[in-house]
């Protein structure tokens, strides 16, 4: 898991999967490489974002990446915090 404090660097991303979802809403699967003090890790996410815009398209699925990025490792920063709390931790370490 990344912490959140570690706040990693998008490194690299491969688009998988792209189609139109609707007049001028691209849907593209990507695949990420996250760089951070704990080493690499690899990401699959769904991004939805527009045909046109500014930049190229990879440029809006980078800002894209990084906001659902963010919003994930809080989330999973948010549900550990929550399992420590309640003592889960340990016992899902025990495991």
Known sequence: MLRLDA???LADLEIRRLRQIG???LEV???VLLKSG???QARNLTLAVPEEGGGTLRDRLRIEAR???GAAI???N???QAMTASGGASRASAA
């Open 7 to 9: 706040s990693p660097e």
């Open 23 to 25: 007049p001028g809403l």
């Open 29 to 31: 699967d990507v695949s």
């Open 38 to 40: 704990d080493g690499l």
């Open 67 to 69: 906001l659902m990025l």
């Open 74 to 76: 809080r989330m999973e």
């Open 78 to 80: 948010f549900c550990f």
